[in-house]
C-alpha cells in the first residue's frame, strides 16, 4: 500500500503547463509499449483491432490457440499533460486437458479491464539547429541533450469484472514507468518499466523497449523487446516488428507480428487493427506550446512538416485592391499609362 501511495503522490506532484497535443494523432498502437505523452485536453481516441496467438507450451493444462480484439480508450481532460484510459479484451481460447485422451474445450469472454490514467512529468526540449547558418558542424552535430528522455507515469487498476474463465484473485494495481528517446525527427526510443497485478500471487514485472522510425509522412516500422518476469508462471520474452500507415490525420492503420518465447516453446502473435480520434482540442495562446505536425507518440516518431514555403496570394489581391482605389480617385494605372502612349 505505501507503494502506491508513493506512485500516487509522484503522479500528482508534478504540475507543469505546457501543452502536449499534437495535430496528428499520437496511437500506441501497434506496439504494446506506451509514450508518455497524452492526447490533449477534449480529445477522444479508439484503438481497436484484432488478433490471434497461436501457443506451442506443452503443459498439463494449456490454450492452444486465442482469437479475440481489444480496444484501447483514451480521453484527455482538466490538464494537457494529463489522460485517462480503458484497457479492455475479449477473446476465445481453445484449451486442453492433457492426460489419457487429450480434452478440448472452449473459453470465451471478458479477458481484460483495466482503468488507468498517465501524466507527463517532464518534457524534454531540443535545440532547433535548421537556423543555424554560420557553422556546419554545429548545424550537423548530435544533440546530446536526445539522451535524456521525456519522463511519465502510469497508473492503473486491473479490475475483476472479468468473464468465468479468466477471474483473477481480485482488483489489483498497475504501475508504469514510461521514457521515451527522440534521436533524431525519423528514429526514436520508448522505454516501458511495468509492475503489473501488484500484491497478487501472479503479479508481473517487466520492461518493454520499442524503436521505432518514420520512412516519410505516411509510413512508419517499429522493431519490439519485451520481457515479463512471472511469480508462478515461466518467464516470457517477445519479439515483435510491425508497419502503421497514417490515411488521415486523425486516423491510422497498422499490422504487426511477434515471437514470444516461453521456456523452450514459441508463440506466435499477429495482429491488425486501426485508430480514431475525435479532435475537439482547444488552441492554446501560445502556438509554440502545440507539437505542430509532431507525432510524440508511441508509433509515429516524429513527421514532417509541410512545406509552407508556397507563395502567398495575398499579394494579388493586394494589387487588384490598389488598382480599384487609382481608378475610383481618378489616378491612371501603369496599364493606363502604357495605353496612352500607345495610342499618341
Known sequence: ????????????GFIFTQAQYTEIINSKRPGFSESPYGVGTKVFQVET?????????????????????????RYGNFLEKLEFNLDFAYQKD????????NSFFDVNGISKLT???????????YTDKSKEIRSWKKRTSFDIKRLIPSVGVYVGLNT??????????????????????????RFNIISNLVA???????????????????????????????GVFKKLTTNEFQFGAGTAFLYTKNMQFDISARANYVGNATDVYVAL????RLDKHKKVAKSEDVLKGKKEGTFFSRLFKKNK???????????????????KKGTPSFHGKDKKKKKG
Open 1 to 12: 500500500m505505501k507503494h502506491i501511495l508513493l506512485i500516487a503522490l509522484l503522479f500528482f
Open 49 to 73: 483491432g484484432l488478433f490471434y496467438q497461436d501457443n506451442q507450451v506443452d503443459q498439463t493444462f494449456d490454450t492452444e490457440n486465442s482469437l479475440g480484439a481489444n480496444v484501447f480508450l
Open 94 to 101: 481453445k484449451r486442453v486437458f492433457h492426460n489419457a485422451i
Open 115 to 125: 482503468f488507468g490514467a498517465k501524466y507527463l512529468i517532464y518534457n524534454q526540449k
Open 160 to 185: 475483476n469484472l472479468l468473464s468465468k474463465g479468466f477471474k483473477e484473485e481480485g482488483i489489483s494495481p498497475k504501475a508504469a514507468l514510461l521514457l521515451q528517446n527522440d534521436i533524431t525527427d
Open 196 to 226: 503489473d497485478k501488484i500484491g497478487q500471487d501472479n503479479s508481473e514485472f517487466g520492461y518493454i523497449v520499442t524503436t521505432t522510425y518514420a520512412l516519410n509522412e505516411k509510413w512508419s516500422i517499429f522493431v519490439e523487446h519485451q
Open 273 to 276: 487493427g486501426g485508430s480514431w
Open 309 to 327: 514555403n508556397k507563395r502567398p496570394k495575398t499579394r494579388k489581391i493586394k494589387t487588384k485592391k490598389r488598382r480599384k482605389q487609382r481608378t
